[in-house]
């Protein structure tokens, strides 16, 4: 699905020497480069505050620990998205609220959202879901009206541009109460292990989510709240760092290979190419088809045959996950999430493909869907 090794062979002489850079000086943990990735994040994605943590993961767990969200308030966010997402809200004892999403962007439904609100709502995430991002201006206008706080789950869209209905820009991530995202591999923005960060503009929010992701503390041995211990260490900082500077050129690389996945796919109406709307760009961490039910699997399992990977992201939606029967709303009714469900399959997509791979599988998509 990605090719990370020829990535990284691609910039091995810089990524080496960072990594030596950090064996040398010693400071394995807290060392300049993670400070260096800090400040030059939220240059990047335009806020004020980044606080650097151990994954993506951690980054929503810290975001909803910092926001003082007590056992028993709801949370509302998308089924359709990864586990983790939905699980950390679990994992404190909050509620999931499972909305709906839309068809075409696979991104969180602000009519749902809308009808799931009651006063014991205190947040929405919205997940910016393969790299579209979400409606992020009718969710903040939402969660205005109902004094709520909105988290953004940035993890598969870094890199991407949200266009206002005013003209203005900016990046996702950057647009809630909260932002946060992952380094993970096979991210947009992936270190070389695990990796995560949380965005805000808010200055005393950012000091309680450095605080929480660190052992509640700001002084030394001195605990002032229930925190975690979340870090990202000084080699993947090194990393991110040179990555960071040709993430644009990664996503127009991911930009290009959809590009001519969808003009290959044009020619047959049983798939459906993505859709990206108005309001975003799309970063294309996934390129995700849908293609009729009956045929879907048949594909998959045709691709697999011709050593092709793709990937259903995912299988089981929120709402129908073993762990959160009983746990999550009496909403159990999402048939766009099922819908989308049965009929979503993701092709590999990455920043290193050359032009023959990419005709091959097209090739084969077309070959079995005619
Ligand atoms: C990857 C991912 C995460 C979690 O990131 P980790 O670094 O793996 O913990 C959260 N949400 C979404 C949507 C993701 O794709």
Known sequence: MVDTKTQYLNIKTEIDSAIQEVLDSAAYINGKP???????????????????????????QIAMMALGLQPGDEVITPSFTYIATTEVVALLRLKPVFAEVDPKTFCIDPESVRKLITPKTKAIVPVHLYGHAAPMEEIMQIA?????????????????????SDGTQKKTGSIGHIGCTSFYP?????????????????????????????????????????????RLDSIQAAILNIKLKKLDE???????VAASYNKAFSVNE????????????????????KVDNEKRDGLVQ????????????YPVPGHRQKVFQGMSSDVTN???????????VSLPIHTEFETEQLEYISKEVLNFLD
């Open 34 to 60: 993670v400070h260096q990735f800090a400040e030059a994040l939220s240059a990047y994605i335009g806020c004020k505050h980044t606080i650097t943590c151990g994954n993506g993961t951690d980054a929503l």
């Open 144 to 164: 205005k009206e109902h004094n709520l706080f909105v988290i953004e789950d940035n993890a598969q869209a870094i890199g991407s541009t949200y266009t206002f």
């Open 186 to 230: 096979s991210k947009n923005l992936g270190a070389y292990g695990d990796g995560g960060a949380i965005f805000t503009n808010d200055s005393s929010l950012a000091e309680t989510l450095k605080m929480t992701a660190n052992h509640g503390q700001n002084k030394r041995y001195y605990h002032d709240i229930v925190g975690c211990n979340s």
């Open 250 to 256: 990664y996503n127009a690389a991911r930009q290009a």
């Open 270 to 289: 049983n798939i459906i190419t993505p859709f990206v709307a108005p309001f975003s760009n799309h970063v294309y961490h996934q390129y995700t088809l």
């Open 302 to 313: 045709y691709l697999s045959e011709k050593n092709i990977p793709s990937m259903i992201y």
């Open 334 to 344: 999402l048939e766009i999430t099922d819908w989308l469900t049965d009929r979503v």
